[in-house]
C-alpha cells in the first residue's frame, strides 16, 4: 500500500509538469482541465499517502480497532477537491464555447497526453493488484481517479486533433465539458466508498456468502445468526454467533471455532474475527440457519 501510494504521487509529478509545460504552448482549455486535474490528482495523491501511514499504525491503547478509517477520511477529503476540480473545469469550458480559442502546437498537447495515458495505464494496473491483496479504500480511491484520467486524456487527444481546424474550435471546449463529467463521476463514487466506509456498511453479499459457505463446509456447525461485517480500510470485522451440539465440551466448541475462524483467514486475511458459540437451537431475533453438510439444522 505505502509502495503504491509513492508511485502515484510520483506519476502525479510527472505528469503536472508534462501538461503545463503543454498547455503554455497550446493555451488549450482541454488541456487545461486535464492539467488541474493532474494537480488535483497530485494532492489527493499526497493525502493518501499520508492517509494510508496512519492507516497501517498498528492498535493502540486509545484505537483498540485501528486506525484504518484514516483511508475513507481521506476519501471525503478527494472527493471535495475532485468536485471543486470539476466545478472550475465547468466554467471554464463553457468560457471557451462562448469565446472559441485557435490551438496552436497541437502535437506537442498530442504527445504528453499519450506519454500520460501509457504512464497512468501502468500505475492502474499496478494500482489494481494492491488493491487486489489490500482492499485499501485509499488505493482504491485514487485508482479511480487514474481511471477517469485514461478517458480524459483520449477526450482531449481528440479536442487536440480537432481543434486546430478553423471551423472546429468549438471542440476544445466540449471536449472539457466532457473531462468536468467524468471528474463529477469520480467525485460521487469515491464520496460514496468513504460514507459507506465510515458508516460501517455492511461488507458485499458476494462476500458474506463467502463467509456463509466457509462455515457450511465445516460438519459439526449446526447454525449461525446474527452474522455482522464491516470495514475500515484495509481492515476486515467479522462476527457470529454459531450454534453447535449442545453436549460437547467448551474445549471441543472452542477448537471448532478456531477451526472455522482459520478458515475464514485464508479467504479474508488479517480479519478480526470474534465467534460466539451457542447451543444449538437458539431462536434469535436475527437468527439465519445454515445447513451444514450431512447435518439438519433444529426446527424453528
Keep these: 500500500m505505502r509502495h503504491a501510494t509513492y508511485a502515484s504521487v510520483a506519476v502525479a509529478l510527472i505528469l503536472i509538469l508534462a501538461k503545463l509545460g503543454a498547455w503554455l504552448q497550446t493555451e488549450s482549455v482541454a488541456l487545461l482541465a486535464t492539467l488541474v486535474d493532474s494537480l488535483l490528482d497530485g494532492l489527493a495523491s499526497l493525502v493518501n499517502m499520508l492517509a494510508v501511514r496512519h492507516a497501517l499504525t498498528p492498535a493502540d491503547d486509545e484505537h483498540r480497532f485501528g486506525h484504518g478509517k484514516a483511508e ?17 473545469l465547468f466554467f471554464e469550458a463553457i468560457g471557451h464555447l462562448i469565446t472559441p480559442q485557435p490551438i496552436e502546437r497541437s502535437l506537442t498537447g498530442i504527445a504528453v497526453m499519450v506519454l500520460s ?13 494492491v488493491v487486489r491483496q489490500t ?23 481528440v479536442a487536440l486533433a480537432l481543434a486546430s481546424q478553423p471551423d472546429l474550435v468549438w471542440v476544445d471546449g466540449a471536449c472539457a465539458l466532457v473531462v468536468a463529467a467524468v471528474i463529477v463521476k469520480s467525485a460521487i463514487d469515491i ?22 459457505a466457509v462455515i457450511r463446509r465445516h460438519p459439526q456447525a449446526r447454525a449461525l445468526h446474527d452474522l455482522r461485517t464491516r470495514q475500515a480500510g484495509n481492515q476486515v470485522f ?13 474445549r471441543t466448541a ?26 444449538a437451537g437458539y431462536d434469535g431475533p436475527l437468527a439465519e440457519y445454515v445447513e451444514a453438510p450431512d447435518v439438519n439444522p433444529p426446527a424453528r
Excluded: K, W
Excluded at 454459531?242 to 460437547?248: F, V
Design 135 to 157: 482492499g485499501s479504500l485509499a488505493v482504491s480511491a485514487d485508482r479511480l481517479h487514474y481511471v477517469g484520467d485514461i478517458v480524459t486524456n483520449l477526450t482531449v487527444i
Design 254 to 279: 472452542h477448537e471448532i471455532s478456531d477451526e472455522i475462524e482459520a478458515e475464514l483467514l485464508v479467504v479474508f486475511p488479517g480479519a478480526e474475527i470474534i465467534i460466539h458459540q451457542d447451543p
Design 238 to 250: 467479522i462476527q457470529f454467533h454459531l450454534e453447535l451440539d449442545p453436549e460437547i465440551s467448551l
Design 191 to 212: 464520496v460514496r466508498g468513504a460514507l459507506d466506509n465510515l458508516m460501517d456498511r455492511e461488507m458485499a453479499d458476494a462476500d458474506r456468502e463467502r463467509i456463509l
Design 117 to 129: 495515458i501509457v504512464l497512468t495505464g501502468m500505475l492502474v494496473l499496478y494500482q489494481r493488484r
Design 72 to 88: 475513507a477520511l481521506a476519501g471525503l477529503g478527494q472527493g471535495a477537491l475532485v468536485a471543486g476540480s470539476a466545478l472550475f
